[in-house]
């Protein structure tokens, strides 16, 4: 056999060699944690109960029933109404389960046992399942499996011919179909011959058709697209038998008879019969076209429409680089419009109805496109020729993926093939319309024979009907012609020899035909393809011959070794050629032959191999020659033209080598695996050539350095994201092996043993590799037509025995290497070289021009090295022997070369060409985490060691240090990704701490730590910190902490992208440990968590950096503030990264200028340094709490008692901190907000700063993100692509479906539990700690200590009680609250009230939960809380305090506040005091009893609060109501002012908020005026009374009330000096809201004394500061207009349905510029749906009610506007627009009426009612309704009336003259209104009526005289007024000027008699009896 034959074969059918190590497959790297994988271990998961899911649900309680919208509260003055009711009430309900361990006494330690014991059940083993899968931008160690080398498709259609159906049906028809691109001028697949003739026209053939093959039975055909366009066609041409007569004769009766028609042409149809079948027997063998028809390809796939399928996303994972070859290159070349596919269409079945003659002149293929060209228009010239009418059926449909019975080009069966006498289906091979980048895979040797033309026209003699006759000859003998031809359709399946088409009588005829034959294995020189030309005699003539021979001509089909394709035109000899012609060409001119037309060329035909053997390119071809001469030694050797001696053959290899680089592409590819094998060949084996070693390892690197190159461009639009190109990827992984070594090992060897990775300190040898064997598994073996005999028997051989199985092409089964056989071939003795020895030394030597080519895909070479290496040490047995052993020095020496020379490399290219730079990176760092699976971890860790050094060294100088740290920082996690990263660590390390404590070395030396009794454990600090021996112990772990802590330098640049990329290394490895088996055990996890221990005194000292997400000012006090204001500088140090370890890490100063030092000690503010964002925050906090819920428990407790006092509060902080970061958002968020798509913007506009900011280059980027994300690789020099934007799409669907959001809500519950459970038992931890501390050491200072610290701890537990928690953390957070109080109760009882107050607060909160185990547990823990109380001091006066505040607080403010709960649970507790037998004789039960009553009123308020949350007055009546009821204690008044204020603050009544806090904050003077007399305090109510009127209310507090210092009373926190400044501040806010500036003055004036007096400047400052604002406002508002305070109505209810609301009346003070319409529409809105429709009517007037007149059944309202009223004394006072809207209790309104009842009427009858209302209160008070407490009337007769009336115009005038700026249009309507003469009743008319005759009663002499004043004021003011409107008026306005003087003029001249006259009884001294009837005390006093 032929050595490239061989060296084929052998290549396509050797098994692979696949080396895997046994746990790679638990690496980051292949098993990435996705959103997938996480949903997959998400399942299972239990639901959480948490409340606010749960409310929706049960939402109707008892008290429901009767609708309590249909009462009114009353509103008598005690809230205590419904007291015995109330008793009766608690006493008859169900009490909840109570907890049955509770009242007994049991030692701290075993509660502590038990509840830990309960925490531990039912927990979720793997924290980070809960938490979303880390980034998958981030993941730089990903890898795939390489997609096995598989044979190349397109996308493939399925064409079934299904009938052919003729109007006429007279003799057999055959049809052939093949593809053709228009665009492209090409054929694209080869013929596909079919025939769906009936059995009886088969039947006419008979005498021609031997038994039929079955593969020639075939009726379907996949077709293969790889470039689809809408130019194909798929083109349908028909033949019959050659008859007499030309093509259009023949087609007659066709396009003439009808089927309709048969019996009428019954004689003729008889006749042609009878023809057809004569000629069928004579000349069966021969063909004629006849018709053709094309369908367009395009039309079928669009029409059939495309069904809804994904565009390829991340979701089908299949990147069978196969796959993305179809998006490759071909992707550039198309352009969007005809973007087109064949893949997923909706199957057609299509029915041609017309065919086209095929025309004798026009058959080429040329003619052809010019016809397809042509259909495509609209106007096409086939459409007005006759057509041949048919119908042809046939399906078109996507080719299934793996169909059945399917037969290879070669006629080989595809698996899977069931039965062998199926009726195939053939896979037609594609000629694709451009180059296909794709490695061959199997033996194909195909060739391809077309005759285009042939020109008989000057041969003389009869040759009309020419026919051509192709062989294949192996010999000249005739009876060497090879069965090597194709059959077409139903016949033999290879053929001897084969014919074209005839045309009838035609001399220069055009052929369509395509000859298929296959390729004998070996082909000679005197193999040959021979045409015979035949002259065939249509008529049967006497004497005459069928075929005539006319014509020889013959193509040799090797030259210089080489197949030989390509377009020939060959002459024709006339004669038989003459022996030994076959080794020329016809182009010889034989001596004594004949030649048609003397010899020139007359015979046009191509020919085109498609060959997986001979690879048609001179370079390929030379090279491969050369090597197989120089593998078999046979010299001297002829090539080309020269003969090669063993002297020359050296150089011509060498040339040969140079040459590879010049192969053409597509060849290189195809053959790159022959070319690649034969280069390592050459590399380990340099051949021996005259006894002489060759070495050509230098030429062979450099060779393949090249041919990588060359591939590598080839195909750049299939690279994965890490630039890797999968074809290479896949020749390492499977196709490359070391020459000579069989892959089973060598003889008898034991089977390797594999020691299982434990954590074990023994010597075991964690990493083990096993290989796989592949071999395929034949399943038929197709009957091969081969001359016996025939080289080819062995190759079909060979390849019969592996049946074509695409599906698993050749990696069927993967077996662990332990069973061995002998080696089967002994390879000749060789100088055998290592290839990675070699590999690495060639690249350490190699010159720049291969070192660039070389460093450009450094990837291969590495991972060439490593799978040689692994060959090496598995075939060589050498994995048991130690590994310092394993590998030579000197390669060692040359890997460490090739490191730092790569290493260095990356660091200059990444400002040039960061893209390289990145890749170069990766690779290097995957080839040292290969190498530790192979050689010594010491080395390999040197080598790390040493790349870090130089990164360090060059982050110094470089001008942007972020970038080379990423790179670094990917290193590292891609180091870290290796499958024993724990094991390269050794966790079992001896650093951790003894097991005794060792004895304190001196009693100073505690003081550093804050409550152990010895000096802190070294050894203990070292492993929670980043300390020299940790690093040194856990290698790997230290690098990637280490990483973590330089990014979260306060100073690092482009710090958002470092913080995330660090931290989600650390997340992703901790997640890998999480889902892997190996470390499933707690004690083995345990220990995997000792390796992360710094990372939590990281997020310590990260913490002020953090996200906050406990939100709004204020609700979160930091809790380590507290703890470090004193012991700021004490040996803080420990807690943060020692300046000279962080020299060590970096291996030289950190960056420029001083970086050296991480931090100068504590966290103080100056290390607030570049936030982090929410997302970087939490997933850091999650690893915390990773480390805290996987660490053992008692590590950390030494941990935490060796803690300093600021770092032990820090600690705590984090852990509050944690509690906030997951907490529970609730379903409802979910359905809200899509976090993701959110968290994707933050993380766009991250990246987007820092390309602004120029961190990393922004071009560099986009160009990586785009390589990384698209699937369709960087083919286009676009930046984004629309479609396919970066990240998921998947992921960012907002509309997520139902079942998402429950499941999400479903896992975020359960991480919220899961993480507030870890801090709880981080905190019991601590607890532990301390008490164990506390035992031993108890000094004044450190007991302090110790009260902050579990003060803080409490704050924790307290803030995780308060968020929203699930039923299962709360059981557990409330028992470990109750172990807290019993076993600290001082803490509660003595210290600040605040934690009690507040657990209270918590505690009754959870009492009214909906869920049953809540309440439960909160019940529990109040009573024992009240318990222990009354334990410490006989009375829980401190308890029963907070609780009753703690409930009215919770009652004021709390919405969806359920009382029904709250009862049971109040029940609950009284259960537990008659059941608690310890306290029986004490008096504890009764005062239990007590205070569940008490509270059993104030909820009974509540509810009747809860039917009134509609309407916002009687709501707040009823809090004022309960608020007069605490009269008598402080702290509850308070409560509940507070709870008014906020509940005004809601509705928008700022006035009143600022009210209440006035009133609270003169409570609370009140209260330290009694405690102490102080310079600075203002003397309680009193101080206060500037600021409001009403504020002596509340003075009530008396000392029989309340004794100051009785335990309980007033200790609050309010009621502090600083409580009574925040109180203060709190009104001032409120009153600065509400534009009471002036208000917000005479508060500071109370606040600034005691701000002075504690030298307070900061908020004196702000203080000062406030004011100026306040008064710079009341500057520019002084004419009040833009300030409006209120609109004042007086409401009187009437009617029985308001109860005790009957025949009230209220001033009701309403937003300003409130409407009449609104506030009635309001209230008849509100009441009617009360009471019901027709029920409640407004009354519109605003006489005084007749209550005998209304209606009973009804409810009436009567509203009237309001003005406030002043006296004239008070106005002196009241000068600002402020004064006179505060302090307001006098409103007036008037009444017009006339005697007969009407409301107005003519000027003399018009009487006027004026109504002076006074209220209990001063608007603005701590309401916005006040009772009407008084009210007086005075009727005006109507001169006074008139009076009245012309000094309001007379003061109009005025303004209006007066205003300045001046308004001309306002003055003019004054004016208008004035002097008008048609104004009705206007100043002319009340001057007749009234003026005109003196009235005869003295008692009005006075009033007239008022009144003619009065007029003599007006005109005066009327002449001002035109005066100035003369000055204001422009020229227009001349004229309507002077009408307005001519009418002033006209009424003074009708006023002047009136106004003259006097009256004589003024000229005369008063008499005494005359009383003055505007004087006040002429009012009628009606007294309410």
Known sequence: MDAQVRAAVEMYTEDWIIAHRRYQHLSAAYNPITTETQRERQKGLTRQVFEQDASGDERSGPEDSDDPRHSSGSLDDTPRSSGASGIFDLRNLAADSLLPSLLERV??????????????????????????????????????????????????????????????????????????????????????????????????????????????????????????????????????????????????????????????????????????????????RYRMPFAWTAVHLANIVSSAGQPDRDSDSEGERRPAWTDRRRRGPQDRTSSGDDACSFSGFRPATLTVTNFFKQEAERLSDEDLFKFLADMRRPTSLLRRLRPVTAQLKIDISPAPENPHFCLSPELLHVKPYPDPRGRPTKEILEFPAREVYAPHTSYRSLLYVYPHSLNFSSRQGSVRNLAVRVQYMAGEDPSQALPVIFGKSSCSEFTREAFTPVV????????????????????????????????????????????????????????????????????????????????????????????????????????????????????????????????????????????????????????????????????????????????????????????????LGRGAFEAMAHVVSLVHRSLEGAQDT?????????????????????????????????????????????????????????????????????????????????????????????????????????????????????????????????????????????????????????????????????????????????????????????????????RLNASLAFFLSDLLSLVDRGFVFSLVRALYKQVATRLQSAPNPAVLLTLRMDFTRILCSHEHYVTLNLPCCPLSPPASPSPSVSSTASQSSTFSSQAPDPKVISMFELSGPFRQQHFLAGLLLTELALAMEPEAEGASLLHKKAICAVHSLLCSHDADPRYAEATVKARVAELYLPLLSLARDTLPRLHDFAEGPGQRS??????????????????????????????????????ASISQGPATAARSGYALSAESSRTLLVCALWVLKNAEPALLQRWAADLTLPQLGRVLDLLYLCLAAFEYKGKKAFERINSLTFKKSLDMKARLEEAILGTIGARQEMVRRSRERSPFGNQENVRWRKSVTHWRQTSDRVDKTKDEMEHEALVDGNLATEASLVVLDTLEIIVQSLRAGFLACQTVMLSEARESIL??????????????????????????????????????????????????????????????????????????????????????????????????????????????????????????????????????????????????????????????????????????????????????????????????????????????????????????????????????????????????????????????????????????????????????????????????????????????????????????????????????????????????????????????LDEQEFVYKEPSITKLAEISHRLEEFYTERFGEDVVEIIKDSNPVDKTKLDPQKAYIQITYVEPHFDTYELKDRVTYFDRNYGLRTFLFCTPFTPDGRAHGELPEQHKRKTLLSTAHAFPYIKTRIRVCHREETVLTPVEVAIEDMQKKTRELAFAT???????????????????????????????????????????????????????????????????????????????????????????????????????????????????????????KTDL
């Open 107 to 284: 030692a701290p330690e075993d509660v502590d046992r038990r509840n830990e014991a309960l925490r531990r059940q039912h927990r979720p083993r793997a924290l980070l399942a809960l938490y979303p899968a880390p980034d998958e931008d981030e993941a730089v160690e990903r890898c795939n499996r390489p997609e096995p080398p598989r044979e190349h498709f397109g996308q493939r259609i399925l064409v079934k011919c299904l009938s052919l159906k003729f109007e006429i049906e007279i003799e057999p028809i055959f049809g052939i179909l093949a593809l053709y691109d228009v665009r492209e001028k090409k054929k694209i697949s080869e013929n596909f011959y079919f025939d769906l003739n009936s059995d009886s026209m088969k039947g006419l053939l008979r005498a021609h058709i031997t038994h039929p093959a079955i593969s020639t039975l075939a009726r379907s055909a996949i077709f293969s697209v790889t470039y689809p366009s809408p130019d194909i066609f798929l083109v349908i041409k028909l033949e019959k038998v050659l008859q007499q007569g030309d093509i259009s004769e023949c087609c007659e009766p066709y396009m003439v008879m009808k089927e309709a028609d048969t019996a009428k042409n019954k004689e003729k149809l008889e006749k042609l019969r009878l023809a057809a079948e004569q000629f069928c027997n004579r000349l069966g």
């Open 504 to 695: 009838y009588h035609n001399k220069s005829p055009e052929f369509y035909e395509e000859f298929k034959l296959r390729l004998p294995a070996c082909v000679t020189e005197n193999h040959h393809l021979l045409f015979t030309f035949y002259h065939v005699s249509c008529q049967p003539r006497p004497g005459t011959a069928l075929e005539t021979p006319v014509g020889f001509t013959w193509i040799p089909l090797l030259q210089h070794g080489r197949l030989r394709t390509g377009p020939f035109c060959l002459p024709v000899s006339v004669d038989q050629p003459p022996p030994s012609y076959s080794v020329l060409t016809p182009d010889v001119a034989l001596p004594g032959m004949r030649w048609v037309d003397g010899h020139k060329g007359v015979f046009s035909v191509e020919l085109t191999a498609v060959s997986s053997v001979h690879p048609q390119d001179p370079h390929l071809d030379k090279f491969f020659t050369l090597v197989h001469v120089l593998e078999e030694g046979a010299f001297p050797f002829r090539l080309k033209d020269a003969v090669l001696s063993e002297g020359t053959v050296e150089q011509e290899l060498r040339a040969s080598l140079a040459a590879l680089r010049l192969a053409s592409p597509e060849p290189l590819v195809a053959f790159s695996h022959h070319v690649l094998d034969k280069l390592v060949r050459l590399v380990v084996r340099p051949p021996v050539i005259g006894g002489q070693i060759v070495n």
């Open 722 to 918: 890490r630039g890797h190109c999968p074809l290479l990827a896949a020749y390492v992984y499977y196709a490359f092996r070391l020459p000579g070594t069989e892959p089973s090992l060598p003889g008898g060897a034991p089977p390797v043993m594999v020691q299982p990775a434990t954590l074990a300190r023994g010597p075991g040898r964690p990493a083990s590799l096993y290989l796989a064997r592949s071999k395929s598994i034949s399943s038929s073996n197709p009957d091969l037509a081969v001359a016996p005999g025939s080289v080819d028997d062995e190759v079909s051989r060979i390849l019969a025995s592996k049946a074509i199985d695409r599906s698993s092409s050749r990696t069927s089964s993967c077996l662990e290497s332990s069973s061995s056989s002998p080696p089967t071939t002994q390879p000749r003795p060789t100088v055998q070289k290592l290839l990675h020895e070699e590999l690495a030394l060639q690249w350490v030597v190699s010159g720049s021009a291969v070192r660039e080519a070389v460093l450009q895909h450094a990837w291969f070479f590495f991972q060439l090295m490593v799978k040689s290496m692994t060959l090496h040490l598995l075939l060589g047995q050498k994995l048991d022997t130690p590994r310092k052993l394993r590998f030579p020095g000197r390669f060692l020496d040359d890997i460490a070369a090739l490191v730092g020379s790569v290493g260095l490399e990356v660091i200059t290219r990444i400002h040039k060409d960061a893209e390289l730079a990145e």
């Open 1118 to 1155: 930091r809790l380590a503030s507290m703890l470090d204001s004193d012991t700021e500088g004490e040996g803080d140090v420990g807690g943060t990264i020692n300046p000279s370890v962080a020299m060590a890490i970096a291996g030289g100063p950190l960056a420029p200028g001083s970086r």
């Open 1351 to 1700: 003060g803080a701890v409490l704050k924790v537990v307290l803030y995780s009680l308060g968020s929203a928690q699930s039923a299962l953390f709360l059981q557990h957070g409330l028992a470990t609250q109750r172990a807290l109080v019993s076993k600290f109760p001082e803490l509660l009882f003595e210290e600040d009230t605040e934690l009690c107050a507040d657990l209270c607060l918590r505690l009754l909160r959870h009492c009214g939960s909906r869920i049953s185990a809540i309440r439960t547990h909160a019940s529990a823990s109040l009573y024992l809380l009240m318990r222990q109380n009354f334990e410490i001091g006989n009375n829980f006066a401190r308890v029963k305090m907070q609780v009753t505040m703690s409930l009215s607080s919770l009652v004021g403010t709390t919405q969806n506040f359920s009382e029904e709960h709250l009862r049971r649970s109040l029940k609950t507790i009284l259960t537990y005091a008659e059941e608690d037998v310890g306290l029986r004789d004490s008096t504890f039960a009764e005062q239990v009893q007590d205070l569940m009553f008490n509270l059993h009123m104030i909820l009974t308020d509540t509810v009747k609060m809860k039917e009134h949350q509609e309407d916002p007055e009687m709501l707040i009546d009823l809090m004022y109501r309960i608020a007069r009821g605490y009269q008598g204690s402080p702290d509850l008044r308070l409560t509940w002012l507070q709870n008014m204020a906020g509940k005004h603050a809601e509705l928008g009544n700022h006035a009143e908020a600022a009210q209440c806090m006035v009133h609270a904050a003169a409570l609370v003077a009140e209260y330290l005026a009694l405690l102490e007399d102080s310079r600075h305090l203002p003397v309680g109510c009193v101080s206060f009374q500037n600021i409001s009127s009403n504020v002596l209310e509340e003075s009530a507090i008396s000392d029989d009330i309340l004794s100051p210092d009785e335990e309980g009373f007033c200790s609050g926190k309010h009621f502090t000096e600083m409580g009574l400044v925040g109180l203060l501040e709190q009104a001032a806010v409120y009153f600065t809201m509400g534009g009471l500036y002036e208000a917000v003055n005479e508060v500071y004036k109370t606040l600034i004394p005691i701000l002075e007096a504690h030298r307070d400047y900061k908020k004196l400052a702000a203080v000062h500061g406030k004011l100026q604002e306040a008064f710079t406002k009341i500057m520019h508002q002084s004419s009040g207009w833009e300030r409006v305070f209120g609109t004042y109505f007086r409401v009187g209810f009437y009617g029985a349905r308001f109860g005790d």
């Open 1858 to 1980: 007066e205003q300045d700026p001046p308004d001309a249009k306002m003055l003019q309507m004054v004016l208008q209104g004035s002097v008008g003469p048609t104004v009705n009743q206007g100043p002319l008319e009340v001057a007749q009526v009234f003026l005109a005759e003196i009235p005869e009663d003295p008692k009005l002499f006075r009033h007239h005289n008022k009144l003619r004043l009065c007029f003599k004021d007006f005109c005066k003011k009327c002449e001002d007024a035109l005066r100035k409107n003369k000055a204001l008026i422009g020229p227009d306005q001349k004229e309507y000027h002077r009408e307005l003087e001519r009418n002033y003029s006209r009424l003074r001249e009708a006023l002047q008699p009136l106004l003259t006259q006097r009256l004589p009884q003024l000229l005369a001294p008063n008499t005494a009896g005359l009383r003055n009837s505007l004087n006040r005390a002429s009012f009628r």
